[in-house]
T-cell receptor, first 116, second 112 residues
């Protein structure tokens, strides 16, 4: 399967600060990457679809000014949580599809964010 | 709205005790149904993609099947290392774009 990495794996920050999470496709180029959030005991919820070279598409209820997405290259998408608050504490996971390889999404290892 | 319901929420098996996990779904034109395994604190690991009713796929002790309303993940003679949360997700073919809708998972524990 495809390899997707994320950095950092864990981050603790103070309320009001911004946090950047990186998602990289290591062995393929991804024109589209996806950002999910998972709260304890809940399912993964799609936050936004990141498109290389264009604006991200956000799901209903997700604030685009709070969760900034930049997909600057075919192997890197970043999610910046701006002015983080304790309620933003969650497990953030990215995924990517291999172009031409049908619909399967391959997920990164996730980033645990704790906002104090 | 696409919906995915997984059952049971949790399942405890003895090593070697085969069982099945259920994923019921409602979707506007199924483009694909996906099974993933998720270990605590990790991202989901891809297992299977199923596209049409009647399709089956196997990998080691796991076998996934699909009907028009549900999918089953059969686990044959499980081992403790099969302990994980198993997630089911669907992708709609009509206006759904690339969105995956996930169930809440079945937490499987296999004991010696």
């Amino acid at each position: 399967g495809a390899v997707v990495s994320q950095h950092p794996s864990r981050v603790i920050c103070k309320s009001g600060t911004s946090v950047k999470i990186e998602c990289r496709s290591l062995d393929f180029q991804a024109t589209t990457m996806f950002w999910y959030r998972q709260f304890p005991k809940q399912s993964l919820m799609l936050m936004a679809t990141s498109n290389e070279g264009s604006k991200a598409t956000y799901e209903q209820g997700v604030e685009k000014d709070k969760f900034l997405i930049n997909h600057a290259s075919l192997t890197l998408s970043t999610l910046t949580v701006t002015s983080a608050h304790p309620e933003d504490s969650s497990f953030y996971i990215c995924s990517a599809r291999i172009p031409g390889r049908q619909e399967t999404q391959y997920f990164g290892p996730g980033t645990r964010l704790l906002v104090l | 709205e696409d919906q995915v319901t997984q059952s049971p929420e949790a399942l405890r098996l003895q090593e070697g005790e085969s069982s099945s996990l259920n994923c019921s779904y409602t979707v506007s034109g199924l483009r694909g149904l996906f099974w993933y395994r998720q270990d605590p604190g990790k991202g989901p690991e891809f297992l299977f993609t199923l596209y049409s009713a009647g399709e089956e796929k196997e990998k080691e002790r796991l076998k996934a099947t699909l009907t028009k309303k549900e999918s089953f993940l059969h686990i044959t003679a499980p081992k403790p290392e099969d302990s994980a949360t198993y997630l089911c997700a669907v992708q709609a073919g009509t206006g759904g774009g690339n969105k995956l809708t996930f169930g809440t998972g079945t937490q499987l524990k296999v004991e010696l």
